[in-house]
């Protein structure tokens, strides 16, 4: 199976209105890779966070990635015992977005325990201080993210 040959995505012009890297107190940091540990530098991170708009409820924010396939999310503190946020990564060569989670440490979770126990930790931001956590996605490779199915 190959990857699709696509002639885009085109996010960082035609999204540019709905980049937002939130509001909130805690720092998410990170980099998509391909699965030769490349930066993927025309991706799309989306995160669905509790209270990421600055409102009650769930809210929805989005950042390209750089050159450097980085990107910077500032988020609330999560709730005890939730993640940091859910996310949808979209880049070239996927005919559909991924879905994935993202937690602030290893604890006890439907998705990290739908997740097989070697691979739990691709879903664990590492926390780099108090309001700073490191987390990089990866989209090929013994070290791919885990992605869930969305129905």
Known sequence: MTSSQTIGPFFHNALAWAFDPGAGT??????????????????????WA?????????????????????????????????????????????????????FPHTMSHRLLDAAP???????VAIKESETRYQ??????GPSETVFFEYE
Request: charged share 20%; proline share 7%; with cysteine.
């Open 26 to 47: 805690v720092e998410l940091v990170g980099r998509v890779l391909d699965g030769n540990d490349q930066p993927v530098s025309d991706a799309m991170v989306e995160l």
């Open 50 to 102: 509790d209270g990421a708009t600055g409102r009650d409820g769930f809210g929805l924010l989005r950042q390209p990635t750089d050159e450097a396939g980085k990107f910077t999310f500032r988020l609330p503190t999560p709730s005890p015992g939730a993640p940091l946020a859910h996310v949808c990564v979209f880049a070239r060569g996927c005919f559909n977005q991924h879905f994935t989670a993202v």
């Open 117 to 123: 126990a070697a691979r739990r930790s691709t879903l």
């Open 135 to 140: 987390w990089d996605l990866r989209l090929q």
